[in-house]
């Protein structure tokens, strides 16, 4: 299965963490690159932090200093972490994958909800 699969959302406190992860059956070797996206009601889905198959990473400017992308080397898994998270940053986070015949699939979203 190529769809990826995203965890751990969930609500946290402005200021807090939290972890996501995103898993897919398929071998990194297949994978050109793999990144988070978010989506809030009424706006449009944003690219967060993405990470080739290379190690390359790219973030966007909101988030640079505060989140980290990463990936497991042995298993198609990334990782975002989110520090100092802000209430604006409400949103469903989708995982998006790209494999080498040029496909692109999502994943189904986790929620997370940055409120006191």
């Known amino acids: 299965q190529v769809q990826p699969v995203e965890s751990g959302g969930g609500l946290v406190q402005p200021g807090g963490s939290l972890r996501l992860s995103c898993a897919a059956s398929?071998?990194?070797?297949?994978?050109?690159?793999m990144g988070w996206y978010r989506q809030a009601p009424g706006k449009e889905r944003e690219l967060v932090a993405s990470i080739t198959s290379r190690g390359n990473t790219n973030y966007a400017d909101s988030v640079k200093g505060r989140f980290t992308i990463s990936r497991d080397n042995a298993e198609t898994t990334v990782y975002l972490q989110m520090n100092s998270l802000k209430p604006e940053e409400t949103a469903a986070y989708y995982c998006k994958l790209s494999t080498t015949w040029g496909i692109q699939s999502w994943g189904q979203g986790t929620q997370v909800t940055v409120s006191s």
């Open positions: 398929i071998s990194p070797l297949n994978i050109n690159a």
